[in-house]
């Protein structure tokens, strides 16, 4: 049963161009994430956040940054997307009461020609 | 930092065969082993989690993994596949303070008929 629903699920665009993914989760959880996985199927943390915190992987380039309303959306923009951006972008949810289970949805795939 | 490494990259095994997935992590403090299961195209989906207790933990569809602290891992097993358990399996690690939880490369299982 899918409770984390992202959009779009495939993008393709340019180089330099914008992208925005969205994310929203319907479990009534605390902490969102959004991981990347590259083609080789490794998983990376982005960034996770609760309403009180917000954690920036040091890895992450400047141009990603995550966006959120309310503690059940967590959307991600890349401001002038890269080559090297081409990979499945996950999000995730947890609560805290839970600890730490991760709930996913079924990715957004960013193809970047 | 938490780190967890998975050493095999692919496992293949027929219809009916046992099989032991295997992970290592290192970590000083308290923390959550975790597996997650990937089918192609598809998010993430939680198989089974070890904080305490008992450190043989089931999960779904008759996967089992066995905490051990002074082999410092945390292997998967399944008593007899069926082919659809031929998918990718992460094993996952995080700290109790909750932090996002850090992935391992993952092991690609196929299950011949």
């Known amino acids: 049963e899918t409770a984390v629903f992202q959009t779009p699920n495939y993008h393709v665009t340019q180089v330099g161009n914008e992208v925005s993914f969205n994310c929203k989760q319907t479990?009534?959880?605390?902490?969102m994430y959004w991981y990347k996985q590259d083609s080789k199927k490794l998983l990376k943390i982005m960034f996770s956040?609760?309403?009180?915190?917000?954690?920036v992987n040091e890895t992450v380039p400047r141009r990603f940054s995550p966006q959120s309303s309310d503690k059940a959306h967590l959307n991600l923009r890349i401001k002038s997307v890269e080559p090297e951006d081409s990979a499945v972008y996950l999000c995730?949810?947890?609560?805290?009461?839970?600890?730490?289970?991760?709930?996913f949805g079924e990715g957004s795939r960013l193809i970047v020609v | 930092t938490q780190t967890v490494s998975q050493s095999d990259a692919h496992v293949t095994v027929f219809e009916g065969d046992s099989v032991e997935l295997r992970c290592n992590y290192s970590?000083?403090?308290?923390?959550?082993l975790s597996w997650y299961i990937q089918h192609h195209g598809r998010g993430l989906q939680f198989l089974l989690k070890?904080?305490?207790?008992?450190?043989v933990v089931q999960g779904v569809n008759g996967f089992e993994a066995e905490f051990s602290k002074s082999d410092s891992s945390f292997h998967l097993r399944k008593a007899s596949v069926h082919w659809s358990d031929s998918a990718v399996y992460f094993c996952?690690?995080?700290?109790?303070?909750?932090?996002?939880?850090?992935f391992g490369a993952g092991t690609k299982l196929t299950v011949k008929p």
């Open positions: 970590y000083g403090g308290s923390i959550y």
């Open positions: 479990l009534g959880h605390d902490t």
């Open positions: 070890y904080y305490s207790g008992n450190p």
């Open positions: 956040y609760n309403n009180k915190q917000l954690i």
């Open positions: 995730a949810s947890s609560a805290r009461s839970s600890g730490n289970t991760l709930y």
């Open positions: 996952a690690v995080s700290a109790y303070n909750n932090n996002a939880p850090r």
